[in-house]
């Protein structure tokens, strides 16, 4: 099935990733081809390789949180992209359906998705469609491999917006909670509470991004006695610990008619208090994809810092190593370095 040329990343189930020399990508029409440079390994790559997430292509090449260089181009496609950096869109959409037509593009039905139904970035180059691409040159490898998920948080808010003086908690000190406090800084709220598990390593660098407070989830029903109105909730809550068990935690903090924002895609069933959910009128949004216009603004005005995200890099050939050390308390991201 597979040529020799370049090395990739392969998961063919849980737990069974393997370093393989498949063939090298060749861009069709329309399409580019990219060195690799960084790639990150996020939540659902996480969620894929430990088995929660099911597995929709295999052998799979992950990643999607990827910079890179372009280093060929198909048929169509003009060759002074060559030589410049770039990230990708993860959504291969059709274009023509009723979706794409209605610009809900990430939901085309007839879509693949790159990491996960289609070959990612986790291999020395990768192909992409040349709509799909943004040239970031100013952008170091490190701060492109951040526009994917740095949409993600961006289009949480546009789903769901924020009010100035809200008083907001993110559950989760992950790199998507570590993301959004930065990203809900800039909408000035009341109180910006950060909540992770008891004795997190993760908490310095949650006060260090902008939360107000700090607290492990033994002490978030005192903050919300003391620290919200009438003892009741936050206004605006952010599920974004990657377990089953975050969504009950996030009900629990969020005020009457408050707004409860859903991140985390650990592929695990979920079961919670419906009844609470309705009774206090509690709005749930979910999103994932988001506008990477609006993310690579952020990077470029230096609104948003990612630098102190990465906590370890690996090189391609200890990918393996990498997901393991993925699931360490400390890691907030790592980086995969071609």
Not at 173 to 199: C, D, H, N, T, W
Request: aromatic share 6%; hydrophobic share 40%; charged share 25%.
């Amino acid at each position: 099935m597979w040529g020799y040329g370049v090395k990739a990343l392969l998961l063919l189930g849980a737990r069974d990733l393997r370093l393989e020399e498949v063939e090298e990508p060749r861009p069709l029409p329309e399409w580019v081809l990219i060195k690799v440079e960084r790639v990150g390994i996020c939540g659902t790559d996480k969620a894929m390789y430990s088995g929660t997430y099911k597995l929709l292509k295999k052998p799979l090449i992950p990643g999607h949180e990827v910079s890179g260089i372009v280093v060929d181009v198909g048929e169509g496609v003009s060759r002074d992209l060559v030589g410049h950096r770039v990230t990708t869109e993860i959504n291969v959409y059709c274009g023509r359906c009723w979706y794409c037509r209605s610009g809900i593009y990430t939901h085309c039905p007839y879509r693949e998705t790159i990491g996960i139904t289609r070959n990612g970035g986790m291999a020395e180059y990768m192909v992409t469609r040349r709509d799909l691409i943004h040239v970031v040159d100013d952008l170091t490898p490190l701060q492109a491999a951040f526009i994917e998920p740095l949409a993600a948080v961006v289009e949480m808010i546009e789903m769901e917006p924020v009010k100035p003086l809200n008083r907001v908690a993110v559950i989760g000190v992950g790199a998507i909670g570590l993301l959004a406090i930065q990203v809900l800084k800039l909408f000035e709220p009341e109180l910006l509470v950060a909540v992770s598990r008891p004795g997190s390593p993760k908490a310095r660098l949650a006060r260090e991004l902008g939360a107000d407070l700090v607290v492990d989830y033994q002490e978030l029903s005192e903050v919300v006695k003391k620290d919200t109105p009438e003892g009741q909730g936050f206004d605006y809550v952010v599920e974004a610990t990657g377990s089953s068990s975050g969504l009950e935690v996030a009900l629990d903090a969020a005020r009457p008619r408050g707004v409860v924002a859903l991140k985390s895609t650990h592929g695990s069933p979920v079961s919670f208090d419906q009844t609470k959910a309705v009774v206090k009128e509690l709005r749930l949004s979910t999103s994932r994809c988001g506008p990477f216009d609006k993310a690579i603004s952020l990077l470029r005005k230096r609104m948003v810092v990612v630098d102190k995200l990465v906590t370890s890099e690996y090189p391609l050939t200890r990918g393996v190593e990498a997901f393991e050390k993925s699931f360490e308390r400390d890691q907030v991201k790592i980086h995969l370095v071609t």
